[in-house]
């Protein structure tokens, strides 16, 4: 059966923006190595891909959070697919850096929300959700409420479930890592003898190819 998830993950793998090489793995900013690769910046190129992504994630917020009234994006990633769904929900919307600039006014978020805003934030890709909390609890500090948080791609770490449980950010997303290696194995991207490599990666990536 189709779903949103097989859906999504169908068009990640034809446009490229998944790369999955058991046997030449790729080597992560934190240093991890990884024999999968997520780049949703390359949805931009490709207007049909674009348009799921902002229908979808609109979607959902118009369903789970209908008292949003305002979008964060998370730099830099997401800042072009928060910009998109604000503007399908016609809807205020800002972004949060990494870090705060150390020229100009020094921004850490870069917008204006209106004072008290109900927020969701944006995000294109979960990995162990560090990043993004830093970003909820950036607008949280500013007097925002969090509503939640979507995003297009999550691998799914238990890391990552956790600590968005423990500060209390519920995460919805359009497709994951299972979906992805499930429609990778039924439309030939990957063979059944890759599977148990995969499923060793996913188990402890910190570690996975020491």
């Known amino acids: 059966m189709s779903t ?49 992504v902002k229908t979808h994630l609109a979607d959902i917020i118009r369903n789970r959070y209908p008292d949003a009234t305002a979008i964060a994006g998370v730099a830099t990633g997401a800042i072009a697919q928060g910009a998109l769904v604000a503007d399908v929900l016609d809807l205020p919307m800002c972004y949060v850096r990494s870090k705060a600039k150390d020229h100009g006014m020094g921004n850490l978020i870069e917008g204006t929300l209106p004072e008290g805003a109900k927020v969701v934030v944006v995000e294109d890709l979960i990995s162990t959700g560090g990043s993004s909390l830093k970003a909820v609890e950036a607008l949280r500090a500013a007097g925002f409420e969090i509503l939640g948080m979507v995003a297009a791609f999550t691998y799914g770490f238990p890391v990552a479930e956790e600590a968005f449980r423990d500060v209390g950010v519920e995460l919805t997303t359009l497709t994951d890592y299972d979906a992805m290696v499930e429609t990778a194995l039924r439309i030939g991207y990957i063979e059944q003898r890759h599977l148990p490599l995969l499923a060793e990666w996913r188990s402890c990536p910190s570690q996975w190819g020491k």
Do not use: M
């Open 4 to 52: 949103i998830a097989t859906q999504f993950a169908e068009q990640l793998l034809s446009v490229q923006c998944i790369k999955l090489q058991p046997e030449q793995p790729f080597t992560w900013a934190s240093g991890w190595l990884s024999p999968f690769y997520c780049d949703n910046r390359k949805t931009l190129a490709y207007p049909h891909v674009r348009t799921f």
